[in-house]
């Protein structure tokens, strides 16, 4: 399930971490050389032409790791010599490298020589552990590159524009001028910003259906719950999913067979109903869908049934007829929470036929199906965004138990998580 948004993700953070670490060890190298040069300028003086004698070791470049040399101790003379000359380089403009500060601040005796790990890093320095030299801070430039590189692959994986803006300009305003001391920071660092921003686009507030079915409970009235979406996307299998959602919680739900338009649609809901032995309210072919509805809340009620689930003609969202039935049974029955049924697969289309249904009757929460088959999971993190609804439940298979409420904290772990 969404393996290709994680991919995406992880390679962000990969390319983010390994640009900055590249142009610090760039920059660490760079001051290298000049430190070199500038030694060698150095060695040449003069004043330091004795003293270079004795310090060979220093000057010859690639022999450094072998520790910083120490000034042999011939005799006082000597001694005074080495002092004086350690002096003269420290007052060199490139004696106040960032390098000394280094070492003062990791609390070591302040060491006027060339620090060795400075020339070739160590293993520790390698993975991370070591500080950043400079305390680099990140700037746009840095990134601005790769996040738009995310910004088009997340679109091309059905991310909703504005969810992709949103989601790069989070990131952005939560990198940039963040100080890196640690090579290991910029992963961390990349990553609780994705993490931040993903999860700042999943937080629609939720619903309780339990709670709701409760509290209409005392008052003696069933949780009417009616399905919308168009055909195919998975509206039958949903309602029979959520139907054995609640058995399995110990609640007795109704079916209304609803969608009286298309044929075949009793038989296909009455199949499913009869399997998962659910009472189904059913009319003619053809008969006023409204009415249905309103026989199936009555059965509830005779009956004690907590939840009524009402089928709805699946056509497409732009059928005036489609849209005015399904505000006939909104104003008849008065539903508690109209779902709308979306198919994961179909990406973006999914999250525009959602806006068109919350616009013509108005969405109250949302079934993403067939989650299972979907690797890009841009429907996933866009649609409950687009219109501010909760995503409430995903599917993920096709029997009637692969259903799954769904929590923000959940889909994060998935794209966020380990393998
Ligand atoms: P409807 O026309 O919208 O009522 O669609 P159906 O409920 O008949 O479902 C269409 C097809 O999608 C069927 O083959 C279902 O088994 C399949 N389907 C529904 N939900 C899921 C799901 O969550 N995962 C998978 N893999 N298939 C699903
Ligand atoms: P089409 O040619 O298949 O699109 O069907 P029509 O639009 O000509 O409609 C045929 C009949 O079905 C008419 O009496 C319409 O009022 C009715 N009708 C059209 N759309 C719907 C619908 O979404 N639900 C229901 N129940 N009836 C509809």
Known sequence: MFESLKKKLSGTIGQISEKISKEEEEAQKED??????????ISETPLEKDISENEEDIAKPGEEDKGVPEIPKKDETDKEESKKTKKTRISRPWGKSKTKEKTKE????????????????????????????????????????????????????????????QIIN??????????????????????????????????????????????????????????????????????????TYFIDKGYKPVIAASDTFRAGAIEQLTHHADKI????????????????????????????????????????????????????????????????????????????????FDDAVGIDGIILTKADADAKGGAALSIGHVINKPILFIGTGQSYSDIMEFRPEWMVEQVFGEE
């Open 32 to 41: 290298k050389d000049k430190e070199i040069s500038e030694k060698k300028d």
């Open 106 to 165: 990791e609390g070591k005796p302040e060491d006027k020589s060339l620090p060795r790990e400075e020339i070739e890093p160590s293993e520790d320095e390698k993975s991370g552990l070591f500080s950043f030299v400079r305390h680099k801070t990140i700037s746009e430039n840095d990134i601005d590159d790769i996040l738009f590189e995310l910004e088009m692959s997340l679109l091309e994986g059905d991310v909703a524009l504005e969810v992709a803006e």
């Open 170 to 243: 989070t990131v952005k305003e939560d990198l940039v001028g963040r100080k890196i001391k640690r090579r290991s920071d910029v992963a961390e660092f990349t990553r609780d910003a994705l993490k931040k921003a993903i999860s700042d686009i999943l937080a629609v507030e939720g619903q309780d259906l339990d709670a709701l079915i409760k509290l209409k409970k005392k008052q003696g009235e069933p949780l009417k719950l009616m399905f919308v979406g168009i055909n195919g996307t998975g509206k039958t299998t949903s309602i029979a999913k959520v139907a």
């Open 277 to 356: 032995g659910v009472k189904i309210i059913k009319h003619k072919k053809g008969a006023d869908p409204a009415a249905v509805a309103f026989d199936a809340v009555e059965h509830a009620r005779a009956q004690g049934k907590e939840l009524v689930l009402v089928d709805t003609a699946g056509r497409m969202q732009t059928n005036v007829n489609l849209m005015d039935e399904m505000k006939k049974i909104k104003r008849v029955i008065n539903p508690d929470l109209i779902l709308f049924v979306g198919d994961a697969l179909t990406g973006n289309d999914a999250v525009e036929q959602a806006r068109k």
